[in-house]
């Protein structure tokens, strides 16, 4: 039973134009998010994260956006960069201050062409 | 600053044999944490521990994995005997206390070949 699901495999986009990447979950006690980014033969690195008291948090050209009532979560890239093609974790945390019970999601692989 | 050494980068067995992988994190980092990532899927956390003692270890499967962290610095984790479905790239990340609002540093990994 995946509790944080990203419907999404892959996703193509012209450099210069908005990525966005979209992850659904159905833990309602889950209250932090967070997105990694994949590089091939590298770990994950973090990207941005938010808190549930919010919906919405920016951080230069990613802007993570929370909808509490549909248990959805979007990252919106502007613009594009061919840098940013990698592959995009969604992961969520369910609170005890513990933030090592992290679920992933399946990941969405980003192209982004020239 | 360095971050979070792993070795091997690659390791190929035979079913029923050992093996085990070796995680040093970030200096001063309390918690570490070891993940197992099948291909197409995403990272699931097998054990997490602060310092030297764990935390959840709810996912590991104990009959034929281990791990420790001696001394509350550099871990191991080790499988015996490892099955075809290990097969997987093992991740190891550490975290300064380990709090929900703090990012998790990563590896590289090290990808397993169970044949």
């Known amino acids: 039973d995946q509790q944080v699901k990203q419907n999404s495999p892959s996703l193509s986009v012209q450099e210069g134009r908005i990525s966005i990447l979209n992850c659904d979950y159905t833990n309602s006690m889950f209250d932090y998010f967070l997105w990694y980014k994949k590089y091939p033969a590298e770990g994950p690195t973090f990207l941005i994260s938010?808190?549930?008291?919010?919906d919405k948090n920016e951080d230069g050209r990613f802007t993570v956006f929370l909808n509490k009532s549909a248990k959805h979560l979007s990252l919106h890239i502007v613009p594009s960069q061919p840098g940013d093609s990698a592959v995009y974790f969604c992961a969520a945390a369910a609170g005890g201050g513990s933030q090592g019970n992290l679920i992933f999601g399946k990941g969405t692989k980003l192209s982004v062409k020239p | 600053e360095a971050g979070v050494a792993q070795s091997p980068r690659y390791k190929i067995i035979e079913k029923r044999q050992s093996v085990a992988f070796w995680c040093n994190p970030i200096s001063g980092h309390a918690t570490l944490y070891w993940y197992q990532q099948i291909l197409g899927q995403g990272p699931k956390l097998l054990i997490q521990f602060q310092n030297n003692g764990v935390v959840d270890d709810s996912q590991l499967p104990k009959d034929r994995f281990s791990a420790e962290r001696l001394k509350g610095v550099d871990s191991t984790l080790k499988i015996q005997p490892a099955k075809l479905e290990d097969s997987a790239v093992y991740l190891c990340a550490s975290s300064k206390t380990g709090t929900e609002d703090e990012k998790l540093f990563f590896g590289s990994g090290t990808q397993l070949s169970v044949l």
């Open positions: 938010i808190s549930s008291i919010k």
